[in-house]
């Protein structure tokens, strides 16, 4: 699936089932909990904190894909063609950085 497919199938289903899209502020709001979720795994799973009885089950994929969704109804909603915007952000990091972590040492072994 592409970016494009991905955002023409957020759209179809917010329209389908989610009525309309909820205002950008909510969304930013919906999207920095999702990140938290997000958060919590990796600091659990890969990190030093431990899982609590209450953390039932946590699935990190289905968490970055709650991210995903949000970030894709922020894209919709304001008019962003994530796909361009993905390919000339990629563009600007590769000529910014194309050489900047070969030389640094903090990432050699």
Not at 23 to 43: K, S, W
Not at 54 to 79: H, K
């Amino acid at each position: 699936m592409t970016i494009k497919q991905a955002q023409n199938k957020v759209d179809d289903w917010i329209k389908k089932y989610g009525v309309r899209y909820f205002n950008e502020l909510t969304n930013m709001a919906i999207l920095t909990e999702e990140v938290g979720e997000v958060a919590r795994i990796i600091a659990r799973q890969y990190g030093e904190q431990s899982f609590k009885k209450s953390d039932r089950n946590p699935e990190l994929a289905d968490e970055l894909a709650d991210v995903l969704f949000v970030l894709i109804c922020i894209a919709n909603q304001t008019g962003i063609n994530l796909e361009d915007a993905f390919k000339k952000n990629l563009e600007k990091k590769t000529e910014r950085d194309k050489n900047r972590h070969f030389s640094n040492k903090k990432l050699k072994k």
